[in-house]
Nanobody
Framework: QVQLVESGGGLVQPGGSLRLSCAAS????????VAWYRQAPGKQRELVAR???????YYASSVKGRCTISRDNARNMVYLEMDDLKPEDTAVYYC?????????????WGQGTQVTVSA
């Protein structure tokens, strides 16, 4: 059974930093792409950053230069480092592991971790 568990969220002041972690289990992690999404109250879920299985990286324009996505395939971990946090970064952040190939098409989500940026 595939399980994704996020951690590292919390309350941080504007300008502060956080490191979100996502632990994956029950999945052949290295063959999948990974991503972080976020959903603020009253808004649609949006892509924050994506890291492909071969290393391609995408960042949303709203976080580019302030966030770094990374993965540790040996530990089945995904990370999102966030710096210079702004109140508009307040949201629930979700880890996403996905991919498709011959004989499979998978899309897994964690339960989310709350990030609140406030003075």
């Amino acid at each position: 059974q595939v399980q994704l568990v996020e951690s590292g969220g919390g309350l941080v002041q504007p300008g502060g930093s956080l490191r979100l972690s996502c632990a994956a289990s029950g999945v052949t992690f290295s063959i999948y792409s990974v991503a972080w999404y976020r959903q603020a109250p009253g808004k649609q879920r949006e892509l924050v950053a994506r890291l492909g299985s071969l290393g391609s990286i995408y960042y949303a324009s709203s976080v580019k230069g302030r966030c770094t996505i990374s993965r540790d395939n040996a530990r089945n971990m995904v990370y999102l480092e966030m710096d210079d946090l702004k109140p508009e970064d307040t949201a629930v952040y979700y880890c996403n592991v996905f991919g498709h190939g011959q004989g499979y098409s998978d899309d897994y989500w964690g339960q989310g971790t709350q990030v609140t940026v406030s003075a």
